[in-house]
T-cell receptor, first 111, second 113 residues
Framework: DAGVIQSPRHEVTEMGQEVTLRCKPI?????LFWYRQTMMRGLELLIY????????DSGMPEDRFSAKMPNASFSTLKIQPSEPRDSAVYFC?????????FGQGTRLTVV | GQQLNQSPQSMFIQEGEDVSMNCTSS?????WLWYKQEPGEGPVLLIA?????ELTSNGRLTAQFGITRKDSFLNISASIPSDVGIYFC?????????????FGKGTKLSVIP
């Protein structure tokens, strides 16, 4: 199995632009998570999907952030418009139980 | 919300030394997970614990699920330079059918050759 695949690995964008991060979970996993990691706040859960349905999005910082999971093999996290304070590493993880497996992350820099 | 407190926050050790770190919570957990994150990578699952008192090993790593269910410990024996990274503990958020994990802030390990 290839593991959780995220793209792009790095993204540099200008403030105000739309950013879309992509994730392919491990086949057969029915839970998918988006996390954000910063030095100050550590790993923060943004949103949790179960069977493609958003279960808990209380961690999404504000309306500029949105996430979708149109099918079991694909999810996106979109930021529109992006701001410098959104700069962080964004991880996608999937699980079939409690043991979550992480992708390599997308390092986002908003200038 | 529930918090996981990890200690120490960071540690510098000599290659070959043993390492101990722990994770505590004010809430009871039924599962404890330990992850390692290397620079530029995502966290990688090391050990999963499902039963109070359980002691589980993975090579030079040994983790224990505390009897009180409010703590867990990770030990690394005979450290080597590739043990460098941040070690996170994690546990599921209470709630029926929830697989959401809460993470500690991590213990950053540096190994001096």
């Amino acid at each position: 199995d290839a593991g959780v695949i995220q793209s792009p690995r790095h993204e540099v964008t200008e403030m105000g632009q739309e950013v879309t991060l992509r994730c392919k979970p491990i086949s057969g996993h029915n839970s998918l998570f988006w996390y954000r990691q910063t030095m100050m706040r550590g790993l923060e859960l943004l949103i949790y999907f179960n069977n493609n349905v958003p279960i808990d999005d209380s961690g999404m910082p504000e309306d500029r952030f949105s996430a979708k999971m149109p099918n079991a093999s694909f999810s996106t996290l979109k930021i529109q418009p992006s701001e410098p304070r959104d700069s962080a590493v964004y991880f996608c993880a999937s699980s079939g139980g409690y043991e979550a497996f992480f992708g390599q992350g997308t390092r986002l820099t908003v200038v | 919300g529930q918090q996981l407190n990890q200690s120490p926050q960071s540690m510098f050790i000599q290659e070959g030394e043993d390492v101990s770190m722990n994770c505590t919570s004010s809430s009871i957990f039924n599962t404890w997970l330990w992850y390692k994150q290397e620079p530029g990578e995502g966290p990688v699952l090391l050990i999963a614990l499902y039963k109070a008192g359980e002691l589980t090993s993975n090579g030079r790593l040994t983790a224990q699920f505390g009897i009180t269910r409010k703590d867990s410990f990770l030990n690394i024996s005979a450290s080597i330079p590739s043990d460098v990274g941040i070690y996170f503990c994690a546990g599921p958020k209470p709630g029926a059918g929830s697989y959401q994990l809460t993470f500690g802030k991590g213990t950053k390990l540096s190994v001096i050759p």
